[in-house]
T-cell receptor, first 115, second 113 residues
Framework: GENVEQHPSTLSVQEGDSAVIKCTYS??????FPWYKQELGKRPQLIID?????GEKKDQRIAVTLNKTAKHFSLHITETQPEDSAVYFC??????????????FGQGTILTVHP | NAGVMQNPRHLVRRRGQEARLRCSPM?????VYWYRQLPEEGLKFMVY????????ESGMPKERFSAEFPKEGPSILRIQQVVRGDSAAYFC???????????FGAGTRLSVL
């Protein structure tokens, strides 16, 4: 199955700085990579995703880059704000067998943005 | 368009009782996924269902756990004879097809006393 490794486990930045979270995956057939943000006690919310036919995608202060050769993808948050503080999860789908869509999640990164 | 609806939001059970968790996918979504999240841990896949079919239950314990997604009504995750180790948040996600975009419900937080 798919194995997803996420680093770092915790990240502390000052407001206005950039934050980068990295993930690696094992299944070379994976072609879809979402990022979720989860605030304490809340549901995971999709914030950005990327498909394997592009190398980068940007949405305002958030961007995701993908390196299929190296099998890693990264989340970039610029001009961080205190409300960006949350746990961020990367994920990749396992494409094996008949299970087309189940997601394997990384371990999560606790991002803290200090005012 | 209402999002993924889960109920109850909180469920307290004593050891040995049964827990039934419900999930109504977003309108037009026929793919449902259940994940379990232990405190301060990530999301672990449990089961993937389409209407009336279990597609993949490789993440679900073989005993005490079952899931269904009937033709009419919500998807149900059922845990029989609950134990303290079942205490967790259970999230349901749905997607419209196999394009993988999954939207999550608010979760059911199960506490076993």
């Amino acid at each position: 199955g798919e194995n997803v490794e996420q680093h770092p486990s915790t990240l502390s930045v000052q407001e206005g700085d950039s934050a980068v979270i990295k993930c690696t995956y094992s299944d070379s057939a994976s072609n879809y990579f979402p990022w979720y943000k989860q605030e304490l006690g809340k549901r995971p919310q999709l914030i950005i995703d990327i498909r394997s036919n592009v190398g980068e995608k940007k949405d305002q202060r958030i961007a995701v880059t993908l390196n299929k050769t190296a099998k890693h993808f990264s989340l970039h948050i610029t001009e961080t704000q205190p409300e960006d503080s949350a746990v961020y999860f990367c994920a990749a789908p396992y494409r094996g067998g008949t299970s087309y869509g189940k997601l394997t999640f990384g371990q999560g990164t606790i991002l803290t943005v200090h005012p | 368009n209402a999002g993924v609806m889960q109920n109850p939001r909180h469920l307290v059970r004593r050891r040995g009782q049964e827990a039934r968790l419900r999930c109504s996918p977003m309108k037009g979504h026929s793919h449902v996924y259940w994940y379990r999240q232990l405190p301060e841990e990530g999301l672990k896949f449990m089961v993937y269902l389409q209407k009336e079919n279990i597609i993949d239950e490789s993440g679900m314990p073989k005993e005490r756990f079952s899931a269904e997604f009937p033709k009419e009504g919500p998807s149900i995750l059922r845990i029989q004879q609950v134990v303290r180790g079942d205490s967790a948040a259970y999230f349901c996600a749905s997607s419209p097809d196999k394009i993988n975009i999954q939207y999550f419900g608010a979760g059911t937080r199960l506490s076993v006393l």
